[in-house]
């Protein structure tokens, strides 16, 4: 086994050949259980409802939704279609799949040939982008935000990636992770993977974050995205245009990790980006107990936009951007190119 799969051990997307077998991430870190899905709608389901989260994640389990509905009824397809592409509104790898998977047509065989490769280039680019964000580390601690580890793509991940490959080369001492509320992603999952991965990791509150800056245990912030605009504008979990603002003050280097299927060049820049907002229900409590005075009210967008000023390089697989703009963008995700 190699340093790089001692550090990688996770799957949480399967196909079984009749139907889509997903790790239920909203019962992790305390139960490793799978919820099988026999149709579209099931995934879709499965996909609102965070059975299965992560952009890259998202858009594999959108294509074998495809494939589910090719096989029990391809005349229903366009509908299913529509219906997985209604789940989430953010993510652009979700609409980037079902666009692959609609131009394959209604043959179920093809549409199994394509969703795999969809899965398999999405885990070989997450190796290459692991490389790439390491070469850039320089030693010492990182901090991360939600979760973009395997359980968030087909495997290895984007952000934690790089925080793999880094500290299977030497140069990540400590990672540092942020709960991130209001569904714990970075607690429940981030912190899940780092400790069976056998990756040293400490837990932080999300407030902790700029005091843990100042306090020097960090040089980079690594994150990674649901959408980056044609500028370098990028959507991420909430929170992270925080860490982006108090990085910047505190000398610290910003990195974006995201696979070329997250770039969207019909996107201008952020303030075009649709911002999913949940039921404010999820702030009001955790883990179903309600922590909040009856009669109390909530705004609950779920991601926000960093500004392209304010990042450092964009690793994707097709190469890194260091102080991303709409030239450079352009550049490397122009039609034709890569």
């Known amino acids: 086994m ?11 997307v399967h196909w079984r050949g009749d139907r889509l077998s997903l790790l239920d991430q909203r019962r992790l870190p305390f139960e490793e259980t799978f919820i099988d899905c026999r149709s579209a709608a099931e995934v879709a389901q499965a996909i609102k409802d965070l059975v ?7 858009g594999i389990a959108a294509a074998w939704g495809v ?16 219906t997985l592409r209604a ?8 609409m980037w799949a079902l666009d692959r998977m609609q131009g ?3 043959d179920a065989a093809a549409l199994v040939r394509e969703a795999q490769a969809i899965q398999d280039e999405d885990l070989a680019a997450n190796r290459r982008m692991g490389e790439l964000g390491a070469a850039l580390l320089d030693g010492g601690g990182v901090l991360t935000h939600c979760n973009t580890g395997s359980l968030a793509t087909a495997g290895f991940g984007t952000a934690l990636g790089v925080i ?40 932080i509150a999300d407030s902790a974050a700029a005091h843990l800056m100042r306090s020097g245990a960090v040089q980079w912030v690594i994150v990674g995205a649901d959408r980056i605009a044609a500028n370098g ?3 991420n979990k909430i929170g992270t245009y925080q860490l982006a603002i108090a990085a910047r003050h505190h000398g610290l280097k910003f990195m974006v990790v995201a696979p ?9 820049d952020g303030s075009a980006i649709d911002i999913e907002l949940r039921d404010p229900q999820e702030l009001l409590g955790i883990g179903g107990r309600r922590t909040v005075v009856d009669g109390a009210q909530a705004w609950n967008p779920v991601f926000d936009v960093t500004p392209a000023s304010l990042i450092d390089a964009i690793v994707t697989e097709r190469g890194v951007i260091h102080h991303p703009d709409r030239h450079a963008m352009q550049a490397l995700f122009a039609p034709g190119h890569g």
């Not at 569904?183 to 069976?196: F, K, P």
């Open 2 to 12: 190699s340093e790089l799969d001692r550090h990688d051990t996770i799957r949480a």
């Open 260 to 268: 070329s299927s997250t770039v969207d060049m019909a996107t201008v």
């Open 104 to 106: 394959i047509g209604s």
């Open 67 to 82: 494939v589910l509905a090719a096989q029990n009824d391809p005349l229903a397809l366009d509908q299913a279609t529509r």
């Open 52 to 58: 299965v989260r992560g952009a890259p994640a998202i």
């Open 164 to 203: 793999r490959s880094g500290y299977a080369a030497g140069k990540i001492s400590q990672v540092y992770a942020g709960e991130t509320r209001p569904w714990l992603q970075g607690a429940r999952l981030t912190m899940y993977e780092l400790v069976r991965d056998a990756i040293p990791a400490k837990l």
């Open 87 to 94: 789940s989430r509104p953010t993510a652009v790898n979700l």
């Open 233 to 235: 504008d990028t959507a």
